[in-house]
């Protein structure tokens, strides 16, 4: 219940009790009449302040800071069972996004990317406090499921390296989730917000996979199942393997493809993308080269950007960085 229902419910006991009053008083005629109009008036209260609260709230723009605070500082002694951690979590939150956001961020803290856990028994995860996507999923749903949130494990295709382009895997190699907010479902990727993989795990926080945009995702996660897309059109197998690697710097500087640029390099670029952000810088830099070339762009509305640029000959795929975040990846 939210606050603005919990305030209505309040009055309208209130009223009520002052309309049996007249019945008790003999006022019977006063009394059915007052109570029909007082039904009446309720339920369309009622109807208007929730649907305003679901329209009004934003669980993408939400201040989170009491949940990252608990997850962050929550002491250890409380999180080697599930159904005890994630009360503890969750016990001074009441609404849908911030359980949600209490439970991502604490399983992004404290769980490390290992091969040397690879499981889906919840149990072992919280013990050894490693895993693999399979792991952060099957926890993240769990926990979601004990704070009363409906939430399922999508498994599917992800593409981090350029190697990746035009490659389609032989198998399923990823598993992240979708959670379902005030009657919409939002997606989740733990695995990818706990940090980096390359040899030995980094941990480093990305919020970018925090509730992830469905256009956003679907550049480097394609669902086995189409229905986990959440797309008006959806995206074939063909062109998700075509598409270039998206990397999280897409999502902080807020950008939006006009049209998918082949993920193959070739001599000329020509890219549209919209943002809402400032461009302070925009460079490119292949793999195996130490140094960055300039990228021109050009300015063709308030929002929307244009790049038209020869690649300089060089060895090995090609980055390109927007405000000194690496954004697409190109392969040669």
């Known amino acids: 219940m939210n606050r603005i229902t919990f305030k209505y419910y309040i009055a309208s006991s209130f009223l009520f009790k002052r309309i049996f009053a007249l019945k008790n008083r003999g006022f019977i005629g006063l009394y059915k009449e007052s109570l ?35 997850a ?48 889906r028994d919840v ?46 895997p032989q198998k399923t190699n990823h598993d992240w989730n979708v959670v379902k907010l005030y009657d919409k479902w939002y997606f989740i990727d733990a695995t990818w917000a706990a940090g980096n993989y390359n040899n030995k795990f980094v941990k480093e926080f990305d919020d970018s996979y ?15 199942d189409e229905k986990y897309q959440y797309l008006d059109t959806a995206v074939t197998m063909e062109s998700f393997l075509r598409f270039p690697i998206v990397y999280s710097g897409y999502m902080k500087n807020k950008l939006s493809f006009k049209t998918i640029p082949d993920g193959r390099l070739k001599r000329e670029m020509n890219i549209q993308f919209s943002t809402s952000l400032p461009i302070n810088s925009v460079y490119g830099m292949y793999d195996n080269e130490k140094h960055s070339t300039s990228i021109d762009y050009k300015s063709l509305n308030d929002t929307t950007y244009s790049i038209k640029y020869k690649i300089p000959s060089g060895n090995g795929d090609y980055t390109i960085f927007l405000n000194g975040k690496a954004v697409f990846g190109f392969k040669k």
């Not at 929550?74 to 080697?80: A, D, F, H, R, V």
């Not at 599930?82 to 911030?98: F, I, N, P, W």
């Not at 149990?123 to 949130?149: H, I, Q």
């Not at 925090?210 to 086995?224: W, Y």
């Open 210 to 224: 925090f509730l992830t945009d469905p256009k956003n995702l679907i550049l480097s996660h394609f669902p086995q």
């Open 123 to 168: 149990t072992l995860v919280l013990k050894r406090r490693k895993a693999v996507c399979m792991g952060y999923a099957s926890l993240f749903e769990t926990m979601c499921k004990k704070a009363g949130l409906e939430c399922e494990t999508v498994s599917g295709y992800a593409k981090t390296l350029t190697t990746d382009i035009g490659v389609k």
């Open 72 to 119: 962050l500082h929550l002491p250890k002694e409380n999180t080697l069972d599930v159904a005890v951690l994630t009360r503890e979590l969750t016990k001074d939150l009441h609404s849908e996004h911030e359980k949600c956001r209490v439970i991502f961020r604490w399983i992004t803290d404290n769980i490390a990317y290992s091969f040397s856990n690879q499981t």
């Open 36 to 70: 029909k109009r007082t039904i009446l008036v309720f339920i369309s209260l009622f109807f208007i302040a929730n649907t305003s609260f679901s329209q009004a709230l934003n669980p993408r723009t939400a201040n989170y800071a009491k949940a990252d605070s608990i």
